[in-house]
C-alpha cells in the first residue's frame, strides 16, 4: 500500500505566503508524475500544478507566476510554494502521485487534503 500525508495548510492574510509538502511512502518502485489539485466549496477539483520525473512543470493560468511546484525524487516529495494569495485560492489542497508498486503496475494515489485559508 502507498500512503501521502500532506502537510503546510493554514489560514493566511491576502498577499501571504504558505508552502505545502507532500510525502509518499508505502511500496514505491518509481513514481511518475506528482501534483497538487485543489477543490473550493460548490466547486469542481481542479488541477493547480503537476510535474514529471525529469522536472517539466504544469500549472493552472491562475496560479502561473505565483505558485512554484518541485520535488525531491530521493525522498518521495512534491511541495507546493504558493506565493501572493489571494482570497480564491481558498481550498482544500489535494497532493496526488502517480505510483509504480512494481514495474507496469502503476496506481494514482492521493492524500488527505489539506485547507488553505485566504482571508484578512
Known amino acids: 500500500q502507498v500512503e501521502l500525508v500532506e502537510s503546510g495548510g493554514g489560514l493566511v492574510q491576502p498577499g501571504g505566503s504558505l508552502r505545502l509538502s507532500c510525502v509518499a511512502s508505502?511500496?514505491?518502485?518509481?513514481?511518475?508524475?506528482m501534483g497538487w489539485y485543489r477543490q473550493a466549496p460548490g466547486k469542481e477539483r481542479e488541477l493547480v500544478a503537476s510535474?514529471?520525473?525529469?522536472?517539466?512543470?504544469n500549472y493552472v493560468d491562475s496560479v502561473k507566476g505565483r505558485f512554484t511546484i518541485s520535488r525531491d525524487n530521493a525522498k518521495s516529495t512534491v511541495s507546493l510554494q504558493m506565493n501572493t494569495l489571494n482570497p480564491e485560492d481558498t481550498a482544500v489542497y489535494y497532493c496526488?502521485?502517480?505510483?509504480?508498486?512494481?514495474?507496469?503496475?502503476?496506481?494514482?494515489?492521493w492524500g488527505q487534503g489539506t485547507q488553505v485559508t485566504v482571508s484578512s
Open positions: 508505502g511500496q514505491i518502485y518509481s513514481i511518475n508524475d
Open positions: 510535474i514529471t520525473t525529469d522536472g517539466s512543470v
Open positions: 496526488y502521485a502517480d505510483v509504480q508498486v512494481c514495474p507496469n503496475y502503476e496506481f494514482n494515489y
